[in-house]
């Protein structure tokens, strides 16, 4: 059974950083995209960053991260990476990490995604 699970959450200041991991099990990981999206309260879950499976290293991030969040997957670790520096309030959401129904070929943006973890809480605040 596929799963994933986020770690890495905290409460930080703006401008601060944290680092989420994503690990799975239960499936051939490297045949997988990933996605992390996020969802603050009150409002739809949103993706944020995904990345292709293997290592072909194609990504997609929201116009509301670029420059400040970065993708990144190591595939020996079963591990997906967020790094988020320069954090803003409105960075504040859980974070959760997502796969596929199945694997595909599409580019990771044009997948659709399905939560498989219980998501890392994310504060930004003074």
């Known amino acids: 059974q596929l799963q994933l699970v986020e770690s890495g959450g905290g409460l930080v200041q703006p401008g601060g950083s944290l680092r989420l991991s994503c690990i799975g099990s239960?499936?051939?990981?490297?045949?997988?995209?990933i996605a992390w999206l996020r969802q603050a309260p009150g409002k739809e879950h949103e993706e944020v960053s995904c990345i292709s499976r293997r290592d072909d290293g194609a990504t997609y991030y929201v116009e509301a991260v670029k420059g400040r969040f970065t993708i990144s997957r190591d595939n020996a670790k079963n591990t997906v990476y967020l790094q988020m520096n320069n954090l803003e309030p409105e960075d504040t959401a859980v974070y959760y990490c997502a796969a596929p129904p199945y694997p595909t070929s599409f580019a990771c943006q044009d997948n659709e995604y399905v939560i498989r973890g219980q998501g890392t809480q994310v504060t930004v605040s003074s």
């Open positions: 239960g499936f051939t990981f490297d045949t997988y995209a």
